[in-house]
């Protein structure tokens, strides 16, 4: 449930290599229980502000305050209460589910059940699998349990669904919306509008290292609608992926 009280505050942020600004001086705050996108183009600057948050890139100047610690007094405390997707190259192709879970485990102190885990993310059945051996829609879903090892307060998701199938994308979006009805904020980064439509509370759309909009999706598009935007082709109560997951069925197919 969304609540009013933010648990991520950015306050004038600012990050420059050298003399390139990549984030100039964006402010926004994210509410506990949301899902909150963060949208932009390739090299827009929403990479680098999520990982200033995440405690993986220094600032050049600002304020960033997750779930009330200043990331410049604590950034130890920030790193206990968030989960951060790792990208594929992260994980040792030649161990299994399980003992990955269990490697996690170890380096996060924390007791973890495996199966427990993979059955959250409906990947029970490859337990014993190698990584290697996971088709894309799986990854993805594994990478997303790696998140939640720690009971994290808040996870950052980049581009989950980037290459997948509809149905593993659709069944990516389910996962989503139930880590974040179970209480954690989630933190999204995607290029498919339709999936920031469908999941996101609200949206921050950055372009050029500014946050040039910010509101719930429905809000963003009725104000755009009131300008006398149309589209040129007729909006359609459905699109080809409603026809193609209608006629294929929602159902996960693994390889």
Known sequence: MI???????VKDLVKKYGEFEAVKGISFEVFEGEIFGLLGPNGAGKSTTLEIIETLREKTGGTVIVDGINLDKKPDEIKKIIGVQLQTSGYYPNLNLVELIELFGGLYNESVIPLELLERVNLKDKARSKYKQ?????????????TLINHPKIIFLDEPTTGLDPQARRNLWDLVKDIRSKGTTVIITTHYMDEAEVLCDRVA???SGKIIAMDSPDKLIDRLVA?????????????????????TGHALREE
């Not at 829609?137 to 790696?146: L, N, P």
């Open 134 to 146: 996971l088709s894309g829609g799986q990854k993805q879903r594994f990478s997303i349990a790696t």
């Open 205 to 207: 759309i950055i372009d």
């Open 3 to 9: 609540n009013n009280q933010a648990i991520i505050s």
């Open 227 to 247: 300008t006398g935007f149309e589209r040129p082709k007729e909006v359609k109560k459905a699109n080809l992926e409603d026809v193609f997951i209608n006629l």
